[in-house]
């Protein structure tokens, strides 16, 4: 497979049972994945709500430069579909005929899931090697996302959900809904604020402040939760400062945060 295989929509229907409840795997803000099998292969096949915004000039060209991304820390996309359809919709007690338009992106099959599955209010249920080699092949991948020749990749959305794992606990960034290419890797402003709260550092929901330092922010939480499960935020709130320092720096959370921004 090809990594810019176009599907048509009928044989995504074919390969997912048409949308299945049975072969749903996950939701989301930006769309329903399902397990569908394409020349004897497991993929994940993920069902776009409609776009706001965004016109089908600009879809294909991001679909194009997410395309190019090659890396074992960056879920693989295998292919799209972009079609439209006349289907006729319920309105005010009758039927109407509406252009519907389908957008589906197909990505290679996580056997392992995702990380925040992980995840317990207080731990992370894998051991700490485990949990180390996680930590480092999301710095890899980010590394990648924003070393993008040309025009570097913001993920702007990364969170244990967006980890995913294969079968051998190798992590690959998905879910770049919310990703912006970008000429520089200066900072600049946007009015719109999305993303997931909790992961957005605190220059970008003031003042819309967007740069690579929105994805180390979300990886430094990342890793925090990793190491004291998904309370440690609301725990370590009121820290002081230094004893902050002295506990991530004790868990080597400070030199894996080193590696990943001395890399870029």
Partial sequence: MSESTYFKLDLIKTITGDFADDLLVGSGGYGVVYRGTYDGQKIAVKKLHPLHGLDDKAFDKEFHSLSKINHPNVVRLIGYCHESHRKFLPHKGGLQAATVMERVLCFEYMEGGSLDKHILADSCDLDWLTC??????ICEGLNRLHSEQG?????????????????????????????????????????????????MPPEYINSGDISRKFDVFSLGVIIIRILDGNDGNSRRFD????????????????FILLYYILSV
């Avoid at 820290?239 to 868990?251: A, D």
């Fill in 132 to 137: 180390y080699k996680i930590i480092k092949g």
């Fill in 151 to 199: 025009k570097p990749i913001y993920h702007m959305d990364l969170k244990p959900a967006n980890i995913l794992l294969d079968k051998n606990m190798t992590a690959k960034i998905g879910d770049l809904g919310l990703s912006r290419l970008v000429s520089s890797t200066n900072t600049y402003q946007t009015k719109a604020r999305e993303g997931t709260l909790g992961y």
């Fill in 239 to 254: 820290m002081p400062r230094e004893q902050f320092i002295e506990f991530v720096s004790n868990r080597d959370v400070f």
